[in-house]
């Protein structure tokens, strides 16, 4: 894949139009237009915008792709960094969604252990309910929607990065 196809497979992934990408760069519609067409390249300052962007790194932009993929292959084009931030994104949430559990759990405790005084008792249930429904609305107010579409899609990675992940996988699954 071509510079050119990958800058507008990755424009029209964001929803950007040629326009908005160009007063993004501060450049113009027209050379959005030579760049995508394979009639010219940006310069280093550009490309580096680019990748910021696109949040991907220049190595991707810059490299043909030599795979047995082609441009016709559909999906939603993963970086590293993206991957990173939705699975600290997703640790988060199970983290929250975990703590608000064990806390309404818990509620069972003070329960069981204040018989005579049903002041202590109830107070204590009380706290551990609310405590584990704000970390179940902290949870869900802390995932992130930029993530939502990696969800909805087939992901695309890097070749590279998807070696890296497939040995980090293999080498977990042996621990196991």
């Known amino acids: 894949m071509s510079f050119g196809e990958k800058l507008f497979k990755l424009r029209k992934e964001k929803g950007l139009s040629q326009e908005t990408l160009a007063e993004q760069l501060g450049t113009t519609r027209q050379a959005i237009s030579k760049w995508e067409n394979n009639q010219g390249f940006p310069e280093t300052e550009k490309l580096l915008l680019l990748s910021n962007i696109f949040e991907v790194s220049t190595d991707f932009l810059l490299k043909d792709e030599k795979t047995i993929r082609d441009s016709e292959e559909r999906g939603y084009y993963v970086s590293k960094e993206m991957a990173t931030g939705f699975i600290a994104n997703q640790k988060k949430l199970c ?51 930029e993530y939502n579409i990696l969800t909805q899609e087939p992901l695309l990675f890097d070749y590279e990065y998807m070696k890296e992940l497939t040995s980090e996988y293999n080498s977990k699954r042996k621990n196991m």
């Open 95 to 145: 983290c929250c969604i975990g703590v608000g559990a064990m806390f309404i759990v818990l509620a069972g405790i003070p329960y069981t252990m204040f018989h005579d005084n049903t002041v202590w008792r109830y107070l204590g249930m009380a706290v551990c309910f609310v405590l584990g429904i704000i970390s179940f609305v902290i949870g869900m107010f802390s995932e992130r929607q």
